[in-house]
């Protein structure tokens, strides 16, 4: 073998155990630094692959947030596209830190989480031994929420047709006002200090309708900036009242009835017709030939056919 070839099967086995021994980079630390930003530590430094022509390749982070089943970013089949920014880099580009802005924190925060799931793959990165990385999944803890958040209930009841019903909300920041940002009903205003009173007039609105919830959406504010300004959707649900007046009676039963019927004998079942959903009713009749027992009609004398052939409960 000549030395040309010697050298050449020596680089070979130098480049080839080089790869078999580099320790490939994983992520050590996930957190959250700012409204926006999310950072990424690994324990060694890395840095997007070059080409032969050793110009830099665009290393891309492939990833997806959810919770359970809730996908803020991606889907369960997707992925979405971020490059990611070294934070104090080497010389040679390898950092072991990369971060990137993320504006769908925000819907996070809304939502209150207080922790996220991450699926990352890394496309086009390596680190110095030319070790490259894989795909990481990991729920990490949102140590980072908006400065502001309005802590009171998003939710609260209201009798129907009731003129008023009040809601006191609350931030966690005393100084923060309220404003309507949407109210397509109509039904809601604001009073009181910094606007935290809350009002549903719903004396047009009716259970038996088929709108039976309202929504309002509120917004708190302490001034300028991302962490000073937060967003809460908030839902009325009507209360059913007994209102409504019953429109009819109805006997289910044999309304024809043989002179001399036993005193006692149930003659059939009364129901009426109410708007008012699950609502108990009381019978009772002006003619003391019946009895009524709950709903159960009975006869309560013995009848002659010759006295009379009809009779009205």
Known sequence: MNIFNRFIVTTLLVLFASQAFATQPTVTKIERTDSKTILITFDQRIKP??????????????????????????SSTTSEARKPTPVNPNDNGFAMQWQWEESTLTAIDNDRLSEITIYLYFSDFKNSAEASLFSYTKTFNLVWQNGLT??????????????????????????????????TSGFFSLSGT????????????????????????????????????????????????????????????????????????????????????????????????????????????????????????
């Open 150 to 183: 309005i802590t009171s209930t998003n939710t609260f009841p209201a009798n129907e047709k009731a003129a008023s019903t009040t809601h006191t909300l609350v931030a966690n920041d005393t100084a923060a006002t309220f404003s309507i940002t949407e109210d």
């Open 194 to 313: 910094h606007n935290n009173t809350l009002t549903f007039n719903g004396t047009t609105t009716n259970y038996e309708s088929t709108t039976k919830s309202y929504t309002v959406k509120i917004k708190a504010t302490t001034g300028d900036g991302d962490d000073k300004n937060t967003t809460q959707t908030i839902t009325v649900t009507l209360n059913d009242l007994n209102d409504e007046t019953p429109t009819a009676i109805t006997l289910t039963g044999d309304r024809t009835i043989a002179e001399n019927t036993n005193t006692g004998t149930e003659l059939g079942t009364l129901s009426a017709t109410d708007a008012d959903a699950n609502d108990t009713f009381t019978y009772t009749s002006s003619n003391a030939k019946f009895t009524i027992d709950n709903d159960k009609l009975k006869l309560n004398a013995t009848l002659d056919y010759e006295n009379a052939t009809s009779l009205n409960t």
């Open 49 to 74: 692959i070059a080409d032969i022509l050793s110009q830099p390749i665009e290393g891309i982070f492939y990833i997806k947030l959810y919770a359970d089943t809730t996908f803020y970013l991606g």
